[in-house]
Nanobody, 115 residues
Framework: QVQLVESGGGLMQPGGSLRLSCAAS????????MGWYRQASGKQRELVAT???????TYADSVKGRFAVPRDNAKKMVYLQMNSLKPEDTAVYYC?????????WGQGTQVTVSS
């Protein structure tokens, strides 16, 4: 089993920046992918950004050029650097990891972008 714990959510004004962190623990052999999904109120969960163990990244079109998903394999951490935040970025953000084709999720952290 893999446990994921997020931190760093909160309330930000439009145009601001915020960094989320996610720490992985448990029985870890190799985390093939790590990253972030989000779910806004009344909407389905959607991919935000992922990064493979080799460093290949995938971003949702809505966050390209604004968000980055650095990963520290030695520390078993993944981050979400969010810049130029918009009200439509408001959602619960979930850390995601995949090991041996099994997905794992964190408990989620709220990000609210509002003036």
């Amino acid at each position: 089993q893999v446990q994921l714990v997020e931190s760093g959510g909160g309330l930000m004004q439009p145009g601001g920046s915020l960094r989320l962190s996610c720490a992985a623990s448990g029985t870890i052999f190799r985390l093939d992918a790590m990253g972030w999904y989000r779910q806004a109120s009344g909407k389905q969960r959607e991919l935000v950004a992922t990064v493979t163990s080799g460093g290949t990244t995938t971003y949702a079109d809505s966050v390209k050029g604004r968000f980055a998903v650095p990963r520290d394999n030695a520390k078993k951490m993944v981050y979400l650097q969010m810049n130029s935040l918009k009200p439509e970025d408001t959602a619960v953000y979930y850390c995601y990891a995949k090991q041996d084709w099994q997905p794992y999720w964190g408990q989620g952290t709220q990000v609210t972008v509002s003036s």
